[in-house]
């Protein structure tokens, strides 16, 4: 009978232990004032960056970088929380970049190849209608 009481509470055990093994650790660092600067997150299990916040100095949030193997995407933040620009990063190199108006349309949008326009060059109007398209390659309009 005895057995048969603690098996909900062995399930439950089961089911935070399974839970912990997916669970971030988290790494902090502080600026002088006592405010938070960054917190990175860390996968418990694989021990791999997963993302890192970035702060200013009065606590608000200019930076989060989500990691995915050899990638990240850069979001960089106004002094409102709003979404001011993302970058895409794969290897160290910057592919792609996206600039947002205040409503949080996209404002422009293009790629890049060894830092030179390399594709599709795009400007939204606030409404998100296309102002412009231009195409380039190796930073020369085509």
Known sequence: ???????????MFLLVIGSVSTALAAAKTFHANGKLESETFYNLQTKVKEKALWYDQNGLLQAEEKFTDNSKLVTFYNDKGQKKTEETVVDGKRLRIRAFHPNGNVMVDYTLKD???????????????ILKEIDYKDGNEI
């Open 115 to 129: 830092e030179k326009l390399d594709g599709k060059y795009s400007e939204y109007r606030e409404d998100g209608k």
């Open 1 to 11: 009978m005895s057995r048969i009481k603690s098996l909900p509470f062995l399930l």
